[in-house]
């Protein structure tokens, strides 16, 4: 360009002319995908939007204070729900995030043999079955045999459902941990065990610990495997082999029901777990991404995945 | 094998008395990656407390030849070898011999800087011998300083030993870290795999100096692509060449008259 006023080589003014043609192509496809953007963004802020509105409508502190109870009766809150959703959670983290970790370990440390091989062929098929499935196979096993529906059953079949993406990321992750740690470690004459469990692990650690925090996101938003096992009550749970409602069931227990005051505290319902998803993914990000990391990247990135969460487990798989 | 003697003195202690032992030997020694045979039967006597260069054009065995010194070679899926490498008299690749053990002896340091990116610059040093199972906060303290004053590091991390990690210093401050590393477990022995490749110029220059102290107290084994960096330090040099070794002789000599064609031919520059 500064160079007009010299002799311009006609060979030069040719790729000229291909440098503006691509320059548009490069607009017009910020332009569409801009627009494609904006198409997926649209509906997602409508449904946050929807959820937060109505959500925010039907709150009343009885909500936290307050059990089930009549549809006719206005001083009925969720307190039953949330106390279902904690237990089944903390039962499903109790069992699931070590076995999640362990399994994990073993695959990628000892993962060579045939009994291997199955493990892992079983552990790809179990993050693709649908969750449904886990439920009635719990409720087979355990809801069945026990003769009762229980916040237990329900913690154990979130599990299932924890244990494969948790064993999946922590192998992954361990596996991302550059050769040369290990061989750091070996060359200053540890053993195999020290170097991956003073060394090796503990560098995965960040990424293991945001796939469990994605994997406790996922199943605090499960309904299907619940509907076996946890079931619905309209009573705060005493113990773990009670039958319980959760905030999932109950968002589609009372959603499809004809009463008002149900439909309303099933917005406020899902409004508290689209929050609790939201904080979930939130501290993944806040507390595991790198250091240095802008806060306004951050949030940008938490936003990105966030909306992932809600529309599909895309984004969960690419973390 | 005896546990590692704890001595902050023990730097200059070995000097040079024991000049001329013959500290390690490699014999018909032959290395496989799978089938492949990438070292074709190499014999080799490496003197205590001198610095041996190994040179030769890339691919010809050099990474490999270090790495079945200290034993790291058999970690590699499908890798094995045949012969027989023996550390003051004892054949490392006895059945007997724990490898894990070998390697306290053999230290080494790689071409790419790798200090812990989750430990402090003092956790760093220790690391080794921390996981051996050393906790006597006192004697590590003191070997933490000993070992940063030997490496050169000293003065510039002292403020920061505890508060920065080992990732946090510059790319020739990590190297002499993982320097201080390998000989904070004292082995007899430290391996280098082109140390300062990754360096610039006066980070190299730093490490040369390192690496000629390091052999009042170490035997030194050097991967280098470098020959001026050959010339410069080493007393001996090996010069490989597809899996064959060439020519193994003190490095002026090498340098100045070798003996074999091929070697003229690589240190003129006329290949690799
Ligand atoms: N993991 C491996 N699997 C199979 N072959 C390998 C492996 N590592 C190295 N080789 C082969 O072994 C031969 C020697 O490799 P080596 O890394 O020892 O060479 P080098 O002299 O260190 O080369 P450079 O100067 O490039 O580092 C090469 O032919 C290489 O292709
Ligand atoms: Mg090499």
Not at chain 1, 109 to 113: P, V
Not at chain 2, 91 to 97: E, Q
Not at chain 2, 194 to 200: F, G, H, I
């Given at each position: 360009m500064a160079e007009r006023n010299q002799k311009i080589n006609p060979e030069f003014f040719q790729s000229d002319r291909n440098l503006r043609f691509r320059l548009f192509k490069d607009k017009l496809m910020f332009y569409v995908t801009g627009l494609c953007l904006l198409l997926i963004l649209v509906p997602i802020f409508g449904i946050l939007f929807e959820v937060f509105i109505n959500g925010i409508i039907g709150f009343t502190p009885d909500v936290f204070t307050k059990a089930g109870g009549s549809p006719l009766d206005p001083n009925t809150g969720l307190l039953h729900a949330m106390m279902g959703t904690f237990y089944v959670s903390v039962i499903a983290s109790f069992f699931g995030i070590p076995l999640g970790i362990i399994t994990g370990i073993y695959l990628e440390?000892?993962?060579?043999?045939f009994f291997s091989n199955i493990l892992r062929v079983g552990i790809d098929s179990m993050v693709a079955i649908p969750t449904i499935i886990t439920g009635i196979v719990v409720f087979a096993l355990i809801v069945l045999s026990m003769g009762s529906f229980s916040v237990l059953a329900g913690g154990i079949a979130l599990a299932f459902i924890m244990i494969p993406i948790i064993a999946k990321t922590t192998e992954e992750m361990i596996r991302l941990v550059p050769q040369l740690y290990d061989e750091a470690g070996y060359a200053l004459g540890l053993s195999e065990s020290q170097t991956a469990f003073s060394i090796v692990i503990p560098l995965a650690s960040r990424g293991i610990a945001s796939g469990v925090l994605l994997a406790f996101a996922r199943i605090i938003g499960e309904t299907a495997p619940l509907l076996f096992t946890a079931f619905f009550s309209q009573s705060v749970p005493n113990n773990i082999l009670d039958v319980s409602a959760t905030l999932t069931v109950l968002i589609y227990q009372y959603g499809i029901s004809p009463f008002e005051a149900w439909n309303r505290l099933a917005w406020v319902a899902a409004l508290l777990l689209m929050l609790m998803n939201l904080g979930v993914i939130f501290i993944t990000r806040v507390i595991?991404?790198?250091?240095?990391?802008r806060p306004w990247t951050r949030i940008a990135e938490i936003i990105k995945i966030a909306f992932g969460g809600v529309i599909g487990e895309e984004s969960a798989k690419e973390e | 094998m005896s546990e590692i003697k704890i001595d902050s003195s023990v730097f200059s202690e070995k000097k040079s008395s024991n000049k001329g032992n013959i500290k390690l030997q490699v014999e018909d020694l032959k290395a496989f990656y799978g089938k492949k045979e990438v070292l074709h039967g190499i014999s080799a006597d490496f003197v205590e407390n001198e610095i041996t260069a190994i040179i030769g054009p890339s691919g010809c065995g050099k990474s490999t030849f270090i790495r079945t010194i200290n034993r790291l070679h058999e970690l590699t899926r499908g890798a094995k070898i045949e012969g027989k490498i023996v550390l003051d008299g004892y054949?490392?690749?006895?059945?007997?011999?724990n490898p894990v053990l070998v390697r306290r002896k053999i230290g080494m340091v790689f071409q790419k800087p790798n200090p812990f990116p989750n430990m402090s610059i003092y956790n760093n040093v220790v690391a080794g011998l921390k996981l051996q199972g050393h906790s006597n906060g006192t004697e590590l303290d003191e070997i933490v300083n000993t070992t940063l004053e030997k490496v050169g590091l000293l003065e510039e991390v002292e403020e920061d030993l505890h508060r920065k990690k080992g990732t946090d210093l510059s790319g020739g401050q990590q190297q002499r870290l993982c320097i201080a590393r390998a000989i904070a477990v004292r082995p007899d022995i430290i391996l280098m795999d082109?140390?300062?490749?990754?360096?610039?110029p006066s980070s190299t220059l730093i490490i040369e100096d390192l690496m000629k102290d390091l052999s009042k107290d170490f035997t030194v084994i050097a991967v280098t692509h470098n020959m001026q960096q050959a010339a410069r330090v080493s007393d001996k040099t090996m010069f490989l060449f597809n899996g064959d070794l060439i020519e193994f002789g003190a490095t002026r000599k090498l340098f100045e008259?070798?003996?074999n064609h091929l070697t003229e031919q690589y240190i003129t520059g006329r290949f690799g």
């Open positions: 440390y000892y993962g060579k043999g595991f991404s790198e250091n240095g990391v | 054949d490392i690749y006895d059945p007997s011999a082109e140390p300062t490749a990754s360096l610039d008259k070798p003996d």
